[in-house]
């Protein structure tokens, strides 16, 4: 141990300082620190390899013995110092003057954490004990995987166990000794399976072989290959050991004499005294092997540490922000402190309206949504005007015949032009309010949202902010329908302006005069598909022609004139519509909701019979904001331990 020491003096005692600062601040309660867990098949010795490692002994026995993690942190004091030994689980902290005790302790809070018998908790007890004799390490003894319940367990205490184990082990942070005994079959060990789960290429994992003395005959020379790292890889290899049996315990052999016979046990073994001489066996050579492992692991995770240090002060400062500091005792900055974060919110929503940056801190956009909801509406309107063209054409001479006066052939018939017209826009109007409605509740949960950022952890101002929003939206709609019902009662008196309207019909005309000619595929070929194309092109022009003599035999002249000025107008009504529905859904479920937002809820904090129910905070927001001001300081404190270091 003394050479063991010597390396911690001189190499590593730097690095585990900084860990075991880290640790004493609770960092650990936001992001995992680097730490080695035991883990191995149910008596595999695990707990007397951490017992050999601490110098105390931990339960033992047949069965589940460690049934609850116990993380054993060890820390090294001077020579001369006295021995020091405190336990620690849930709310309860004692500390143990004899090492002796310590076996009880464990016990009582295993009994305490998953009760009496056989049960098993996730629950971590923690042991720490500083002492000259002791490296500075941590270890984390969990419970032995088992595949049969016994009586008075769990049908299901496996998969427990399983489950509990993967929570530690699959960290990256976190090296795996898996313990296994010589007498079995390695590569059958539920252990190590679980291990190259999470850490396949071995990176992370270090195995430990128990119970030599107990191998059988002539098959000493596998477990040399196994050890040799011969049989199934890993990086950081295998160790082997030889911990007090249960025989030993009974006549009372120290710690101090078994490491003394176990190093003699293999020194002197036929097969394993090259496994000695090569450093692979025995306590104390395991003990340096793991500091020197576990060293390398920190320093490898020091920059991944740093990085989730900062995103969890990140993280944090953002989380504080959103509770703020809570309400001041003094009545007029209670005052002040309502109005401000009333002030705050009504700004932001006035900011919603015209897509400022908000202060509360989320990202609410309400431009997207009505881009969308507009642009639907729009395609809406181009789908209509379409059916509208097809419609034309086939109900024009219906029209005529129902409609026509006295007018003489070639002359416009005003009044079919004018109803159909109106039966087209009569059409348009509930599709419409229907857009109104869809878009005025988009808004008011976009506002609902703002305002249960806004006032995070003061369920009375969300509230009465949720009544508000409700009692505006259903007055801002009723508004905006009433216009929108004016807006198409006004469309149905046909105008436009004359240049506006005689631009639209030009364009028609010449829409339908178009015969768009079918392009040669290849200069070559032109001869060759000539007659082709004349042909297509001329069955364009006839199937033209033949629609345009429709309208002009039968003293229907005015047939084809009236379905390109009916075309011609709906073009200038469906984009007036296509401008005035969001303009006047926008100003009022937006722009005039808002305002009335900010009035009404400027005017409610002039209440002062309910203004401490205004600031009637949640009943676990004090506590909340307090961890979260606990967890800024210690991560804080981390952060200056590592730009120290």
């Known amino acids: 141990m003394n050479t063991l020491n010597q390396q911690y003096e001189e190499k590593v005692r730097p690095c585990i300082d900084l860990i075991d600062s880290l640790r004493s601040l609770g960092v650990e309660k936001d992001l995992a620190l680097p730490a080695i ?20 002994a931990l339960p033992r026995g047949s069965g589940i013995v460690t049934r609850c993690p116990l993380e054993l942190k060890m820390k090294r004091k001077k020579e001369g110092e006295e021995w020091y030994g405190k336990i620690s689980y849930q709310d309860f902290e004692e500390e143990i003057d004899d090492p002796a005790d310590v076996e009880k302790k464990i016990r009582q809070a295993q009994d305490e954490i998953a009760g009496l018998g056989v049960g098993i908790s996730d629950e971590l007890i923690s042991l720490e004990i500083a002492s000259p004799d002791v490296p500075d390490l941590t270890l984390i003894d969990l419970p032995g995987i088992t595949r ?18 993967q929570k530690f082990i699959r960290r990256q942070e976190t090296i795996s000794l898996v313990v296994v005994p010589c007498n079995v079959d390695i590569a059958t060990t539920e252990a190590l399976k679980m291990a190259q789960e999470v850490d396949p290429e071995g990176e992370r994992t270090l195995g430990i072989l128990t119970k030599p003395d107990l191998v059988d005959r002539g098959t000493e020379e596998n477990v040399v290959e196994i050890v040799n790292n011969e049989v199934i890889h890993l990086k950081k290899g295998y160790m082997i050991v030889k911990c007090r049996g249960q025989k030993e315990i009974t006549e009372e052999v120290s710690l101090t004499e078994a490491i003394e016979k176990e190093k003699t046990f293999f020194s002197d073994h036929v097969f394993f005294h090259s496994l000695y001489n090569d450093g692979h066996a025995t306590i104390p050579k395991l003990a340096e092997k793991l500091t020197l492992e576990l060293v390398h692991h920190i320093e490898k995770s020091l920059p991944r540490l740093e990085e989730q240090i900062e995103e969890k002060l990140a993280e944090t400062q953002a989380q504080l922000e959103r509770y703020g500091n809570g309400p001041p005792s003094d009545t007029a900055e209670r005052i002040y402190y309502l109005l401000d974060k009333v002030t705050a919110f009504t700004h932001d929503a006035i900011n919603l309206t015209t897509g400022e940056e908000l202060k509360c801190g989320d990202r609410l956009n309400v431009f997207s949504m009505l881009r969308k909801e507009f642009g639907k509406w729009n395609n809406h309107l181009l789908l209509s ?20 006066g006295r007018e003489l052939p070639g002359f416009i018939n005003y009044k079919t032009f004018e109803t159909m017209v109106k039966d087209q826009i009569k059409q348009l109007e509930e599709p419409a309010v229907k857009k109104l409605k869809d878009v005025g509740d988009a808004v008011r949960k976009v506002f609902i949202q703002l305002a249960q950022s806004s006032f995070i952890g003061f369920p009375n101002l969300v509230k009465i902010a949720k009544a508000k929003i409700e009692a505006i939206k259903q007055e801002k709609e009723s508004a905006a329908e009433s216009m929108l019902r004016t807006q198409f009662k006004m469309e149905l008196i046909v105008y436009s302006q004359d240049r506006t309207y005689s631009s639209s019909l030009s364009e028609c005309k010449r829409e339908e005069e178009e015969v768009v000619p079918v392009p040669f595929e290849d200069e070559e070929d032109e001869e060759d ?24 035999t039968d003293n229907h002249a005015t047939l084809q004139e009236l379905m390109l000025h009916l075309k011609s107008y709906y073009k200038i009504a469906s984009q007036r519509l296509a401008d005035q529905i969001p303009l006047v859904i926008r100003y009022q479920m937006l722009q005039e909701s808002a305002v009335a ?19 009637r905070e949640d009943c676990d927001i004090g506590t909340q904001r307090a961890a979260l001001q606990s967890r800024l300081k210690r991560l804080m404190k981390a952060r200056t331990y590592l730009v120290e270091f």
């Open 37 to 56: 867990a035991v883990i191995g098949d149910q008596s595999s010795g695990k707990s007397s390899v951490l017992e050999a490692l601490s110098g105390v």
């Open 148 to 165: 049969v319940a016994v009586k008075g367990q769990d049908a299901n205490i496996g998969d427990r166990i399983k489950s509990m184990i």
């Open 385 to 404: 005007g379409e059916k509208f063209n097809k419609k034309i054409e086939k109900e024009v001479e219906e029209y005529e015949a129902t409609y026509r």
């Open 529 to 552: 598909e000539e007659d082709e194309e004349d042909e297509e092109y001329r069955e364009n022009n006839k199937e033209h022609q033949q629609r345009s003599l429709v309208y002009s």
């Open 597 to 615: 937002l900010e009035r009404e809820m400027l005017l409610m904090i002039q209440d002062k019979e309910n203004f401490e129910l205004y600031l």
